[in-house]
């Protein structure tokens, strides 16, 4: 059982890094980013590229998917940021569309669906095969941590506090002096690449990666888990990328209660538990189970109760 | 309702903990765990449910004769979603959670595949059906069996069929998906071989369109005699209907599951003249019957379950492997299953029979409801029948069943 948690929490490390990421681009700067897919499976095969077909070790893997991944959303983002939210969305999910068709029809690149087989592997040589599931955790975990420190500290820096301006209403930050566009772009630019090192991760873990590891189910658990977890909240994000894995696993553990019913029928009513679970979670915390703070000013930190945030009052 | 953070923190060890106290309870009894991953949503959804009822019928039945090396058998199910992403976290729960010594039933490739790293890690058996040619490469450790030919034993037949038909040179098209990618290879050497072609470059099309009219358009400008279509329904269809708008008027080529009785309802006289082909159980053979009627269906002439009787020869062979093993190591029982299946020796047809065998130390071979079972070293099918059929006034006309050789 505890090698299952173990293979269970490296996963959901997966999703949490990816959540900070969305939360980033949508918690913090309110960009609709409906394309994660696309940059997660940017990062998973440039990773497996580099490594696979040019023989580099995971490290340079990785940094090169993360590198990939920014120009690529530098460049979605030159094209659509100008557009406001639902046009962004609508661009975003064609990109993640157009890249799992590149994927699928770029043989010599991808070996399209056939799969992509990785053997690099996050792991020291010489480790037992026993220490070497806790060993991933722990890369991961450490992926994780750090960049939930970098994330969160930019979150809660003079960068969040414009971002936040600009998710709340892009003219004021405007009005003030800020380049709105640039802030966006950048945004964009450091949620791709995140989105792009829990590709690169997450390629290197399962070891074998096809189209089909990335299309819109997944982008959809990680929308779940920032709303879940609290949209603008770093921790949050995380939380809730633990709580959807745990959901969405957990429910695997009621079949044995389930005997008078066939496979086919615990499966869809697994979706349903698992629909009716989040349903229940959004209609009695719709502000998610860590709700975004903002630290008040300085000068009325004295005088009033922190001001409320447009979700903390939806 | 206020989730506390003592809530919260309870709620979730309790959660985390209840199978640990479940597992605990069931190994007394040490049961032997098998994982039945079928699809049961998603593109195989349609094939997913006969695979795990074959399954299921046939561990009840093991366990009412007294289970396998005397222990319990204990099938747990798992919905590959027909995804790989989906099923990693599925196989994940079955090997770390469950502790299952085989996965069984995955019909996807690319899920088959996906799994296969973890599978070959945990010394964990995978009795699958499949049939891109890509399949035995990731098997490090012999471990893995394949129910179904691969496409290289598909495209010899149809190949056959389309030179004596006078057709040495076929356009090739097939979603861009692995088992078509792999088809369009094969088919072409095929023709090769017989001193035939592919009309120009095999042609691939992304699945799941609104619209295949440009494809159609593309085809018929390729000008080919005739098109081998590798499709599947919901895509051969929509596609055949812009080829006969289209104006083309040459032979057409299909897979048998692309053209079954909706798509011959959606075209109606259009149909006529189809030639199409696929794997086919051995109908009228008492194995096939038996698996049937096991399953609650009656054998009627025509193919039914073409996948049940695949996840029935699996769980079978598992099942025969771990009892003359006596162990449920993957290793251990892959050789078994290999003496087993490839013989020589007795006939068996089911379980109890090849159990009475092992307890005799009279060695067998296993004939199977989807065929004789053999395999080759790589634990690919060695042969399967291979129905050709013509599609005449709306109905399937059989032209030949050949055993197709997939070691040629």
Same mark, same amino acid.
């Given at each position: 059982?505890?090698?299952?948690?173990?293979?269970?929490?490296?996963? +959901?490390?997966?999703?949490?890094?990816?959540?900070?990421?969305?939360?980033?681009? /949508?918690?913090?700067?309110?960009?609709?980013? =409906?394309?994660?897919?696309?940059?997660?499976?940017?990062?998973?095969?440039?990773?497996?590229?580099?490594?696979?077909?040019? *023989?580099?070790?995971?490290?340079? #893997?990785?940094?090169?998917?993360?590198?990939?991944?920014?120009?690529?959303?530098?460049?979605?983002?030159?094209?659509?940021?100008?557009? @406001?939210?639902?046009?962004?969305?609508?661009?975003?999910?064609?990109?993640?569309?157009?890249?799992?068709?590149?994927?699928?029809?770029?043989?010599?690149?991808?070996?399209?669906?056939?799969?992509?087989?990785?053997? !690099?592997?996050?792991?020291?040589?010489?480790?037992?095969?026993?220490?070497?599931?806790? =060993?991933?955790?722990?890369?991961?975990?450490?992926?994780?941590?750090?960049?939930?420190?970098?994330?969160?500290?930019?979150?809660?820096?003079?960068?969040?506090?414009?971002?936040?301006?600009? &998710?709340?209403?892009?003219?004021?930050?405007?009005?003030?002096?800020?380049?709105?566009?640039?802030?966006?772009?950048?945004?964009?630019?450091?949620?791709?690449?995140?989105?792009?090192?829990?590709?690169?991760?997450?390629?290197?873990?399962?070891?074998?990666?096809?189209?089909?590891?990335?299309?819109?189910?997944?982008?959809?658990?990680?929308?779940?888990?920032?709303?879940?977890?609290?949209? #603008?909240?770093?921790?949050?994000?995380?939380?809730?990328?633990?709580?959807?894995?745990?959901?969405?696993?957990?429910?695997?553990?009621?079949?044995?209660?389930?005997?008078?019913?066939?496979?086919?029928?615990?499966? @869809?009513?697994?979706?349903? %538990?698992?629909?009716?679970?989040?349903?229940?979670?959004?209609?009695? $915390?719709?502000?998610?189970?860590?709700?975004?703070?903002?630290?008040?000013?300085? &000068?009325?930190?004295?005088?009033?109760?922190?001001?409320? !945030?447009?979700?903390?009052?939806? | 309702?206020?989730? @506390?953070?003592?809530?919260?923190?309870?709620?979730?060890?309790?959660?985390?903990?209840?199978? +640990?106290?479940?597992?605990?309870?069931?190994?007394?009894?040490?049961?032997?765990?098998?994982?039945?991953?079928?699809?049961?949503?998603? *593109?195989?959804?349609?094939?997913?449910?006969?695979?795990?009822?074959?399954?299921?019928?046939?561990?009840?039945?093991?366990?009412?004769?007294?289970?396998?090396?005397?222990?319990?058998?204990?099938?747990?199910?798992?919905?590959?979603?027909?995804?790989?992403?989906?099923?990693?976290?599925?196989?994940?729960?079955?090997?770390?959670?469950?502790?299952?010594?085989?996965?069984?039933?995955?019909?996807?490739?690319?899920?088959?595949?996906?799994?296969?790293?973890?599978?070959?890690?945990?010394?964990?058996?995978?009795?699958?059906?499949?049939?891109?040619?890509?399949?035995?490469?990731?098997?490090?450790?012999?471990?893995?069996?394949?129910?179904?030919?691969?496409?290289?034993?598909?495209?010899?037949?149809?190949?056959?069929?389309?030179?004596? $038909?006078?057709?040495?040179?076929?356009?090739?098209?097939?979603?861009?998906?692995?088992?078509?990618?792999?088809?369009?290879?094969?088919?072409?050497?095929?023709?090769?071989?017989? #001193?035939?072609?592919?009309?120009?470059?095999?042609?691939? /099309?992304?699945?799941?369109?609104?619209? /295949?009219?440009?494809?159609?358009?593309?085809?018929?400008?390729?000008?080919?005699?005739?098109?081998? %279509?590798?499709?599947? %329904?919901?895509?051969? !269809?929509?596609? =055949?209907?812009?080829?006969? $708008?289209?104006?083309?008027? *040459?032979?057409?080529?299909?897979?048998?599951?692309?053209?079954?009785?909706?798509?011959?309802?959606?075209?109606?006289?259009?149909?006529?003249?189809?030639?199409?082909?696929?794997?086919?159980?051995?109908?009228?053979?008492?194995?096939?019957?038996?698996?049937?009627?096991?399953?609650?269906?009656?054998?009627?002439?025509?193919?039914?379950?073409?996948?049940?009787?695949?996840?029935?020869?699996?769980?079978?062979?598992?099942?025969?492997?771990?009892?003359?093993?006596?162990?449920?190591?993957?290793?251990?029982?892959?050789?078994?299953?290999?003496?087993?299946?490839?013989?020589?020796?007795? $006939?068996?047809?089911?379980?109890?029979?090849?159990?009475?065998?092992?307890?005799?130390?009279?060695?067998?071979?296993?004939?199977?409801? @989807?065929?004789?079972?053999?395999?080759?070293?790589?634990?690919?099918?060695?042969?399967?029948? =291979?129905?050709?059929?013509?599609?005449?006034?709306?109905?399937?006309?059989?032209?030949?069943?050949?055993?197709?050789?997939?070691?040629?």
């Amino acid at each position: 059982m505890e090698s299952y948690l173990v293979a269970i929490l490296t996963t +959901a490390s997966v999703y949490a890094i990816l959540a900070m990421a969305l939360n980033l681009q /949508y918690g913090l700067t309110g960009l609709m980013n =409906f394309g994660i897919v696309g940059f997660f499976g940017i990062g998973a095969y440039a990773s497996g590229i580099v490594t696979e077909t040019l *023989g580099q070790p995971m490290v340079v #893997g990785t940094l090169a998917a993360m590198v990939v991944a920014g120009v690529a959303g530098a460049l979605i983002s030159l094209l659509s940021l100008r557009l @406001s939210g639902d046009f962004l969305a609508i661009v975003t999910l064609g990109f993640a569309e157009a890249m799992r068709l590149a994927f699928n029809n770029e043989d010599w690149l991808t070996r399209g669906p056939r799969g992509f087989l990785i053997m !690099t592997r996050p792991v020291l040589d010489g480790l037992s095969r026993e220490a070497t599931p806790w =060993f991933i955790l722990a890369v991961f975990a450490a992926a994780t941590l750090v960049t939930y420190l970098l994330l969160a500290r930019l979150a809660r820096g003079p960068f969040g506090r414009v971002l936040r301006a600009i &998710r709340e209403d892009d003219l004021v930050p405007a009005t003030l002096g800020k380049n709105v566009l640039l802030y966006r772009l950048q945004v964009f630019v450091l949620g791709s690449a995140v989105m792009a090192l829990a590709g690169s991760f997450y390629a290197h873990y399962i070891q074998t990666i096809t189209p089909q590891n990335f299309t819109t189910p997944v982008a959809i658990l990680v929308w779940m888990s920032v709303i879940v977890g609290g949209a #603008g909240n770093m921790a949050g994000a995380v939380v809730g990328a633990l709580v959807i894995t745990f959901i969405y696993e957990g429910t695997r553990f009621l079949a044995p209660w389930l005997s008078g019913l066939d496979p086919t029928q615990i499966s @869809s009513l697994r979706f349903v %538990i698992i629909g009716v679970l989040l349903i229940a979670m959004i209609r009695f $915390r719709p502000e998610g189970i860590l709700p975004e703070r903002v630290a008040p000013s300085r &000068r009325d930190a004295d005088k009033s109760p922190p001001p409320q !945030t447009r979700r903390g009052t939806t | 309702m206020k989730l @506390s953070r003592r809530l919260l923190l309870s709620g979730a060890a309790i959660a985390l903990s209840a199978p +640990a106290y479940l597992r605990m309870g069931l190994a007394q009894s040490a049961p032997i765990v098998i994982g039945s991953m079928t699809p049961l949503t998603g *593109g195989g959804g349609p094939y997913g449910p006969e695979k795990s009822d074959a399954h299921r019928a046939v561990v009840a039945k093991v366990n009412a004769d007294g289970g396998v090396m005397g222990r319990e058998v204990v099938l747990v199910s798992e919905n590959s979603e027909t995804n790989p992403e989906a099923a990693v976290r599925a196989a994940r729960k079955l090997i770390d959670a469950d502790g299952v010594s085989a996965i069984l039933g995955t019909w996807a490739s690319s899920v088959t595949l996906g799994i296969m790293p973890l599978c070959q890690e945990a010394d964990v058996l995978q009795l699958y059906s499949g049939s891109s040619d890509y399949l035995p490469d990731a098997d490090r450790k012999g471990i893995c069996f394949n129910l179904q030919p691969l496409n290289r034993a598909w495209a010899v037949a149809l190949a056959d069929l389309a030179v004596q $038909r006078g057709f040495k040179e076929v356009g090739f098209a097939g979603p861009k998906n692995d088992f078509a990618s792999s088809m369009g290879e094969s088919f072409g050497e095929s023709m090769q071989k017989l #001193g035939g072609s592919i009309s120009g470059e095999p042609f691939y /099309y992304n699945p799941d369109q609104a619209s /295949y009219r440009a494809e159609a358009e593309q085809l018929i400008q390729l000008d080919a005699p005739a098109l081998f %279509i590798a499709g599947y %329904i919901t895509d051969f !269809t929509p596609m =055949f209907r812009e080829l006969v $708008r289209g104006g083309y008027t *040459g032979q057409i080529f299909a897979l048998s599951f692309a053209v079954g009785p909706e798509f011959k309802t959606a075209v109606g006289d259009a149909a006529n003249g189809i030639l199409h082909g696929s794997p086919v159980p051995p109908i009228g053979k008492d194995s096939y019957d038996a698996y049937l009627e096991l399953v609650g269906l009656t054998p009627n002439g025509q193919v039914q379950a073409s996948y049940g009787c695949m996840a029935y020869d699996e769980i079978n062979l598992c099942l025969l492997g771990m009892e003359a093993a006596k162990s449920t190591e993957a290793a251990a029982v892959a050789a078994e299953i290999r003496k087993i299946a490839n013989g020589p020796g007795d $006939r068996i047809t089911t379980f109890a029979e090849g159990k009475a065998l092992i307890s005799a130390a009279t060695p067998m071979n296993y004939d199977g409801a @989807s065929s004789s079972v053999d395999f080759q070293p790589n634990g690919m099918l060695q042969s399967r029948d =291979f129905a050709l059929y013509e599609i005449e006034d709306g109905t399937d006309t059989i032209l030949l069943t050949t055993t197709s050789s997939a070691t040629e």
